[in-house]
C-alpha cells in the first residue's frame, strides 16, 4: 500500500510551509430565527485529525451538513485548496473531495453491502480500479466481505458504520466528514472504529471528526474546537484540550 493509500486521491506537492487544505470563513446557519452556527472559522489541514466536540445541540452536526451543501449558509465561505465550495450543490462538494459519512450511518437496507459500496463510487471521474477500492476497504473490514452479497438492513450497527464508512472512502475523498461514529455502539465496537480512523489517517486521509466522545475524539485528533451555542469557544491540539480544566469539568466529568 502507497503512502497515501490506494484509495486516497493523491495530496498536492508540499510547499515547505502549507496552507489549510479546507477553510470554512465566518460560517452562519440558522434556522429560521435560530442563528445554530455563528460565524465560525475553521482550518483543516492535509493529512491530519480535527475534532469538533460539544454538548448537543451546540451547531456540531449543522457544521457538518453546511459543509457537505445539505443546509443553506447565512454567510461565510468554504475553500478547498482556493475552490469556492460555498455554492456548490452536495453532489458537487462530493465530487471535488468532501465526502461525510452521516449521523445514523443512513445504509440502504434494501441493497446489498457491495451495492451500497458501489454506490460510494457513483461521482469519481478517475476511472480508477473501483474493484481494487473495494478490496481496500475489505480489508478494513474484513466482516463487510463476509457479508458482501448480504443485504445492509440485516448488519448490526456497528456492521452498519463500518458499511457507512466504506462507502464514503469509494469517493476517495480529499477529506473525510463523519457525525458521531461512536453513537449507538458498544465499547468494543467503539475502539474498533477508533482504531480504523486512526489506520486511514495515517495511510494519508485527512479527517474532519464530529463527536460525542469527547475524550475518544480529543485522543484522537491532532487538532481540535470546542464549539457551544453556536461559537467556537477554544481550539488546540488533542492533548492540550484533553488536559484543559474547562474541557475537563464540562466534558470529562473531573
Known amino acids: 500500500m502507497s503512502a497515501a493509500g490506494p484509495i486516497h486521491r493523491a495530496p498536492a506537492a508540499s510547499t515547505g510551509s502549507t496552507p489549510p487544505l479546507l477553510q470554512v470563513q465566518g460560517l452562519k446557519v440558522a434556522y429560521g430565527h435560530i442563528e445554530a452556527v455563528k460565524g465560525i472559522d475553521l482550518e483543516l489541514h492535509e493529512g491530519r485529525i480535527t475534532t469538533l466536540v460539544g454538548a448537543n445541540g451546540a451547531g456540531k452536526s449543522t457544521t ?40 445514523g450511518r443512513a445504509t440502504l437496507t ?23 477500492d473495494m478490496d481496500y476497504v475489505f480489508k478494513l473490514f474484513p466482516r463487510l466481505k463476509e457479508r458482501a452479497r448480504g443485504l445492509a438492513g440485516n448488519l448490526s450497527g456497528g456492521e452498519q458504520q463500518m458499511l457507512a464508512i466504506g462507502r464514503a472512502l469509494m469517493a476517495k475523498p480529499r477529506v473525510l466528514l463523519l457525525d458521531e461514529p461512536s453513537m449507538g455502539l458498544a465499547p468494543i465496537l467503539v475502539q474498533e472504529i477508533f482504531r480504523t480512523l486512526h489506520d486511514i489517517n495515517q495511510a494519508g486521509l485527512t479527517i474532519f471528526l464530529v463527536e460525542q466522545n469527547v ?40
Open 64 to 103: 457538518l451538513l453546511a459543509l457537505s451543501g445539505l443546509v443553506k449558509k447565512a454567510a461565510g465561505r468554504v475553500l478547498l485548496e482556493g475552490v469556492d465550495l460555498t455554492q456548490m450543490a452536495p453532489h458537487k462538494i462530493v465530487a471535488n473531495g468532501v465526502v461525510q459519512v452521516a449521523e
Open 110 to 132: 434494501t441493497l446489498t453491502v457491495q451495492e451500497n459500496l458501489e454506490l460510494g463510487a457513483y461521482t469519481r471521474r478517475d476511472g480508477g480500479n473501483r474493484a481494487h
Open 215 to 254: 475524550r475518544q475524539a480529543l485522543k484522537i485528533a491532532d487538532h481540535a474546537y470546542v464549539i457551544e451555542t453556536g461559537n467556537i469557544v477554544l481550539s488546540g491540539t488533542g492533548r492540550e484540550l484533553l488536559v484543559n480544566p474547562k474541557v475537563q469539568e464540562a466534558y470529562l466529568g473531573s
